[in-house]
């Protein structure tokens, strides 16, 4: 009699490799736990619970489009790799919380097969198997609890040799996958007729998925499954072999508590969690630009997901903590991209990424962060990048590409020889449109041509040049674009932090009532009085340390917020703003 | 109207097909027509719960009582299986879907057709009872309905093995692959789940992938295939390496 | 505590009847079956909280029987062309079902479109006839469509009395609200729960705008994970045949039955920390702090202490 809680830290096969054909969801069950099994196109095996983590809808009736899986109900999309949730269509606006995350099993592909334990303790091992059997039986489930079939099994003349179960020692493995409590698979492992040589073996996964068989292996694999069909028949005809199925209960994995309720503003303050290695440096863009790669330190590991439109803070070490754009393929968490254009004046980050920064190096990064996320309900999305720009975009306009969504992306550069990124931007083809050596007068025409008067569902987004983004954003609205249908993200705030002017501040729902004094932001009181809010750029740019305002007239100093956003001054940027009322209530 | 069969006019007019949107034999002919892009109108039977197909219009149409009915001039066809291959033989001009000639695949395919008979008679019936109250033993319709779908899993996982993934041995799948689909893909209805038959749930995507495919309420079209070539109708092929 | 969450067999069989403990769902009317139903088959056998009860006309009017209580009599209503009876026996004339007055205006089109068993909770069906950010993805084409996904901020609450939630303003890109309208435009509903197993929603009806379309959805818990769900169209429409309205909506449903079929756990769970609610969530969210505050546990796994 097999004890579920300690079969749980054991590793058992849950599928073959060739069960885990391309745009497919397997649907596999351990130990009375259902799991969706899915191969993503770059060859990573998942096996996540098997629930929506929304509404629980079952992620195997879900799409597997090769670089996340889509649950059905209402297409939340989780990432390959991390299971986190990079998308929630009914909130197009919003990147998803950073905790969204799907329950991941480990999972090993070895032997032509999956091992999946749910808790594999420090002790517990994959079998080691012998290379010559490497002919996968097809799978036969049995009704049947593990200790009936292995009973049947032994009956029949196998043999257990203290490790494995053998039919003829040398022939045929049988190894038991407990599905249920009334439930077992039969996964058999053969060795093949033919006798191969030890050159053509090289590959086991490759051997095992072939296609095609010798009329040999073909016939061996017919006799061992008929083997099993009349066993399994033999068993489940035997009243004695079965087992009442809710036996095993599976305690379903909760939510964490801060996502129980409405999402709410976060709770983080200005960490760097995360260490990265320096991977490839390339110049491009005739040298004013360096593409760079930052890997996680593991090789095998892989780093949060970012959602389009998504920075860093990567905290250099000389002290200066900047913000770069990740141009990452949409799925893509094994390294981040980012691109660093050489200032001629610079505030000390350029010029020390340029002339001291070294492959091989580490730096402290925070957690990816969006405030200037991609909506993917638009029926047509313009792209405008200015210069480094681009970096913003480009995972943008990746997600729309493959989304099979309608964009078009004008790129600005100073001269020809002034494009980045171009590597990820060539396969976008005639979407991309690239434009250089303009004057001002001459993008703004092309700027008003490709904007065009506002037509319902349509978005602009736009990076680059302080200048490119106020033209976009004025002729926009004159050719009647809404400020919702217009997104804009400046690289940092040109005007000078003031910090004048002291002003009382009541937080709704602590009850703390503070004085904001001068020469003090907002930011640096709360933070102070231990209400803990995210920033990123600390200069009113990015968006992160958005507050709610309940109640006063906040005084906006940021370049985040559009026009109406402003207007209706529900929020503020709690780094650079201050109030214009003599208090200002918060939603803190 | 239904009359005697001998002497029947079929050659003039448009194609009338009695069905109901819900109806699982229905959807059997829905997937051919659509696959072979004929035009056909669309009589819909009030089959729930007026129950239209008991009523004295329609069993004077099919004595039978069941759905679907094919018109076409004089011809009334009754039984998915005759409505398939008449389509079939008027429309599929290449033996694609009826591979006329081919003594062993036309044979297997028939063949098929019965099964998926036997698979309308158990999965089917259980729907019909789960979903609208029809009378039934249901513990016993799912066994048998288990017994099909597990010779139909191994069938389809030694296709799979033999390069092609379809019911009849071919590079292309037959009326038998749309016949046994229509009840495979809507057993879940009936409680007659596929968690244990993996080489029915890619046969599933396979024929959802289909040119021309159409899906019906209860089931869902596959997301798109792969791009890449060998891969395109979903038969396991080689994992990328890179 | 983790609130244990069982995973059901693969192939369920019948399920098992299991004496009904919840006082709260016991003394609320359920629906049985639409008379015209009963009027076509004389009498008919169905269940009601796991206990088989008998529906036949007696004298003009509906009679429901209890088999297994030696055949004693259920009290009996016809409303909204259903029967709805109540398990706990009791005929209180004052605690009444909830009402449509939209059902009895002379002009109404009153269609029973549906009765369709679905192998979900009472709760279940409910929250998913509140929902509108699965039309583009489950009734694609129909009620909704990509890439217009986005669910607008609306309001919910539960009426003073506590014995309704009302969400208003609730409103969703339909690619063809009516037919004939040849694009897509945003349509306005308004979801009302009357009961915990019934939902009620509200269109502007397309010939005359002041008024307003009702379809409604009754929900019989025939077990706490099976469902008859029947559904009531009542229109203001002199076009659209019965049968062309009864096809929409069985299509309806039937689309939506592969997903609630789906969902585990297959009952309600009401305890927050289970699933995780975004803000177009925002009326389950208050359906399911009413379903706990009410004591309502049939169908439902409630929250851990």
Not at chain 1, 287 to 305: F, K, R, T
Not at chain 2, 14 to 26: C, F, K, P, V, W
Not at chain 2, 66 to 95: C, N, T
Request: aromatic content about 6%.
């Amino acid at each position: 009699m097999i004890d579920p809680e300690s079969a749980r830290s054991l590793w058992f096969p849950i599928a073959a490799g060739t069960d885990l054909a391309a745009r497919h969801v397997f649907h596999a069950r351990l130990l009375g736990r259902e799991l969706a099994v899915w191969r993503a196109d770059d060859g990573h095996p998942n096996a996540w619970e098997n629930r929506c983590l929304h509404r629980g809808v079952r992620l195997t009736i879900g799409i597997n489009d090769g670089a996340e899986l889509v649950c059905r109900y209402h297409g939340w999309r989780y990432a390959n790799r991390t299971a986190e949730c990079t998308y929630i269509p009914a909130h197009p606006a919003d990147a998803p919380a950073r905790t969204v995350c799907n329950t991941r099993y480990p999972l090993i592909e070895r032997h032509g097969l999956l091992w999946c334990a749910e808790a594999p303790g420090p002790a517990t091992s994959l079998p080691e198997l012998p290379d010559e059997l490497s002919l996968t039986m097809r799978a036969i489930p049995v009704a049947a609890p593990l200790a009936a079939v292995r009973t049947a099994l032994i009956e029949l003349g196998a043999v257990h040799d203290g490790k494995q179960l053998h039919g003829a020692i040398g022939e045929v493995l049988y190894l038991l996958q407990p599905v249920d409590a009334s439930r077992t698979v039969i996964r058999g492992l053969l060795r093949p007729a033919a006798d191969r040589s030890r050159d053509e073996r090289t590959d086991r996964a490759a051997t095992a998925n072939a296609t095609a068989y010798g009329a040999a292996d073909e016939a061996l694999l017919l006799e061992h499954d008929e083997r099993l069909e009349r066993l399994r028949r033999a068993i489940e005809a035997d009243p004695a072999r079965r087992h009442d199925p809710d036996d095993w209960p599976v305690v379903a994995p909760l939510v964490a508590a801060s996502l129980a309720t409405m999402p709410e503003p976060g709770a983080e303050g200005r960490a760097a969690p995360l260490r990265l290695r320096v991977g490839s440096m390339v110049r491009t863009a005739d040298g004013s630009v360096l593409e760079i790669d930052l890997l996680p330190l593991d090789a095998d590991a892989h780093l949060p997901g970012a959602t389009p439109g998504a920075h860093i803070d990567l905290h250099l070490p000389n002290g200066l903590v900047r913000q770069y754009s990740l141009a990452n393929a949409p799925g893509q968490t094994d390294r981040y991209r980012i691109g660093v254009l050489r200032e001629p004046v610079s505030t000390g980050g350029s010029a020390w990424l340029f002339e001291r920064l070294r492959t091989g190096d580490v730096l402290a990064a925070s957690v990816p962060r969006n405030g200037f996320a991609l909506r993917r309900d638009a029926v047509d999305t313009l792209l405008i990048a200015g210069g480094i720009g681009i970096t913003a975009l480009a995972s943008m306009t990746m997600t729309l590409q493959r989304g099979g969504h309608a964009y078009r992306l004008c790129y600005l550069a100073r001269s020809a020889e002034h494009f980045a990124l171009m590597d990820r931007l060539a396969p976008l083809g005639d979407a991309l449109e690239c434009l250089s050596g303009l004057d001002a007068a001459a993008s703004r025409a092309v700027i008003a041509e490709r904007l065009g008067p506002y037509r319902e569902a349509h978005h602009v987004y736009v990076c680059g040049p302080t200048g490119l983004i106020g033209c976009v954003r004025e002729l926009a609205a004159e050719l009647g674009w809404p400020d919702e249908a217009v997104h804009f993200e400046h690289f940092g705030n040109a005007a000078p932090l003031d910090t004048r002017g002291a002003f009382q501040v009541r937080l709704a729902r602590s009850g703390l009532n503070l004085t904001v004094p001068d020469g003090q932001t907002l930011l640096q009181t709360l933070r102070e009085h231990g209400v803990p809010v995210p920033s990123s750029c600390e200069q009113g740019a990015c968006g992160t340390c958005r507050v709610a305002v309940l109640d006063g007239q906040p005084d906006h100093r940021d370049v985040y917020l559009n026009a109406a956003e402003r207007k209706r001054g529900d929020c503020l940027m709690s780094c650079v703003s201050r109030a214009s009322s003599a208090a200002l209530t918060l939603d803190l | 109207m239904a009359g005697t069969d001998a002497g029947v006019d079929a050659g003039g007019g448009a194609l009338r097909l009695h069905d109901y949107a819900l109806s699982g034999t229905g959807y059997k002919v829905r997937l051919l027509l659509s696959m072979l892009d004929i035009a056909a109108e669309r009589i819909e039977v009030d089959f729930y719960p007026a129950a239209e197909h008991r009523g004295d219009a329609f069993l004077a149409l099919n004595p039978l009582g069941q759905l679907p009915v094919l018109q076409h001039g004089d011809l009334v066809l009754r039984d998915s299986k005759a409505i398939l291959i008449y389509l079939a033989s008027l429309h599929d001009a290449r033996g694609d879907w009826w591979p006329v000639g081919d003594a062993v695949r036309t044979a297997q395919t028939v063949q098929w057709l019965a099964f998926a008979d036997e698979l309308t008679a158990t999965a089917g019936r259980a729907r019909l009872i789960e979903g609208f109250f029809y009378p039934g033993d249901l513990p016993t319709l799912r066994r048998r309905a288990h017994e099909c779908l597990r010779i139909l899993d191994r069938h389809l996982w030694f296709a799979e093995r033999a390069g092609h993934g379809w019911l009849v041995a071919g590079s292309r799948p037959t009326l038998a692959d749309l016949a046994c689909f229509a009840c495979v893909a809507l057993s879940e209805e009936g409680g007659v789940m596929h968690e244990d038959y993996p080489a029915i749930r890619r046969w599933c995507d396979r024929v959802g992938r289909l040119p021309g495919f159409v899906s019906m309420p209860g089931v869902f079209p596959p997301g798109p295939g792969p791009d890449r070539g060998p891969d395109r109708d979903g038969v396991p092929s080689p994992v990328p390496t890179s | 505590m983790i609130a244990a969450v069982q995973t059901p067999p693969v192939d369920c069989a019948a399920a098992t009847a299991r004496p009904a403990t919840d006082p709260v769902a016991q003394a609320l009317w359920h629906p049985l079956c639409a008379m015209e139903t009963l009027h076509q088959d004389g009498a008919l056998s169905t269940r009601l909280m796991d206990e088989p009860l008998r529906v036949s006309i007696a004298g003009g009017r509906a009679v429901v029987q209890a088999p297994q209580r030696d055949g004693a009599t259920l009290p009996a209503v016809v409303r909204f062309g259903y029967v709805w009876t109540r398990p706990d026996g009791v005929d209180d004339p004052h605690s009444g079902l909830f009402q449509i007055p939209e059902y009895d205006e002379p002009d109404r089109r009153n269609v029973h479109a549906a009765t369709v068993g679905v192998r979900t909770s009472a709760p279940r069906a409910v929250e998913n006839f509140l929902d509108m950010g699965h039309f583009p993805f489950v009734h694609t084409g129909v009620l909704g469509a990509e890439p217009h996904t986005e669910v607008r901020e609306y309001e919910v609450a539960l009426n003073e009395a506590g014995t309704e939630v009302l969400a208003t303003r609730c409103r969703f890109h339909q690619p063809q609200a009516a037919a004939g309208a040849a694009q897509g435009m945003l349509v306005e509903y308004v979801y009302r729960v009357p009961h915990p197993y019934c939902s009620v929603l509200y269109k502007s009806c397309p010939s005359d705008t002041s008024r307003l379309d009702v379809i409604a959805l009754f929900l019989q818990p025939v077990g706490q994970e099976r469902v008859r769900a029947h559904a009531l169209v009542s229109v203001i429409d002199d076009d659209s045949s019965d049968l062309a309205i009864r096809m929409f909506q069985q299509s309806i449903f039937a689309q939506d039955k592969p997903i609630l079929e789906n969902q585990r756990p297959v009952r309600l769970p009401l305890d927050p920390r289970a699933e995780t609610p975004i803000r177009a969530d925002r009326s389950a969210i208050v359906y399911r702090r009413w379903l706990s505050a009410l004591g309502l546990t049939y169908g439902c796994l409630p929250a851990p202490a």
